[in-house]
C-alpha cells in the first residue's frame, strides 16, 4: 500500500494492574479531581501483533499492531520511553492484516525492515469507565480488559484479566500532582484486590515476556 498521511501523535501516560476474574472493580471516589464515573462502555477489540522473523521490534520496545474495535481502531506503532508510550496511528487500510501500509513501515524502518510476518493476536473484551472531573472534563480513562491471546509463532493460547489507567486532557499537568493521581490509583486498586501488572504491555504477556 502506499500513501502519504501524517499520522495521529500520543503519548500515553498509564499504569497496568493485574486482576483476577471474580475481583470487583475499585472504588473511585477517593481520587483526587475525579467527581464522577461515567457509564460503562463495552468494546469489543481484535488486534493483529506482527514483527520480523527475529522479533527485532519487540526487542527495540516497539509494537508494531493493526486493531480493529473501539474509538482508536486502525494501524498503531507504540514506542516505550521514560515518559509515558509514544503512539502513532494511522486509518485501517484495505487489505489484509499482514500487508502493512507504506507509511507505517516508513515509520518503523529506524528499528525493522519488511517482511513482517503475525506475532500475536489479542482479543479483548474491554469495558470503559470515564472518569471526571466536576466540569465533566476527562481526568483519566479506567478499563476493565478481559484479554484471550495467541502467541503465533509459538501457537500458545493464553487469558487474563487486567485494568489500565490512562491519564486524560484533565489529568494533572505537573510530575508532583501525576504522582499523587497514582498514588491514589494504587491504594484503589489494591484494595479492590488487584496488583502492579507483572508484564508492561499486553503484547508482552501473550509473548510469556
Do not use: C, Q
Not at 496511528?89 to 525492515?113: F, Q
Not at 466536576?134 to 495467541?150: K, M, P, Q
Not at 501457537?155 to 487474563?160: I, L, P, Y
Request: no cysteine; net charge negative.
Amino acid at each position: 500500500m502506499t500513501g502519504s498521511a501524517e499520522p495521529a501523535r500520543s503519548i500515553e501516560v498509564e499504569r497496568k494492574y493485574d486482576v483476577d476474574a471474580d475481583v470487583p472493580l475499585p472504588d473511585w471516589s477517593g481520587l483526587p479531581g475525579v467527581a464522577s464515573v461515567g457509564a460503562a462502555e463495552v468494546r469489543e477489540l481484535d488486534a493483529r501483533y506482527l514483527d520480523t522473523g527475529d522479533t527485532a521490534l519487540a526487542r527495540a520496545r516497539v509494537a508494531l499492531r493493526r486493531r480493529t474495535g473501539g474509538p482508536d481502531e486502525g494501524w498503531h506503532v507504540k514506542v516505550s520511553a521514560p515518559d509515558g508510550r509514544h503512539e502513532w496511528a494511522w486509518p485501517l487500510e484495505a487489505g489484509e492484516a499482514d500487508d502493512v501500509p507504506e507509511d507505517v513501515v516508513d515509520a518503523v524502518a529506524r528499528w525493522a525492515e519488511p517482511p513482517f510476518t503475525p506475532l500475536a493476536r489479542l482479543r479483548n473484551t474491554r469495558t470503559a469507565y470515564a472518569l471526571l472531573d466536576a466540569a465533566g472534563a476527562l481526568v483519566a480513562e479506567f478499563v476493565d480488559d478481559r484479554v484471550r491471546a495467541r502467541n503465533e509463532r509459538r501457537g500458545r493460547d493464553s487469558e487474563w484479566r487486567e485494568w489500565e489507567v490512562e491519564l486524560g486532557p484533565a489529568a494533572p499537568a505537573d510530575e508532583a500532582g501525576r504522582a499523587a493521581f497514582f498514588a491514589a490509583v494504587d491504594a484503589a486498586v489494591a484494595a479492590a484486590g488487584g496488583r502492579p501488572a507483572a508484564s508492561d504491555s499486553k503484547l508482552a504477556r501473550a509473548l510469556g515476556r
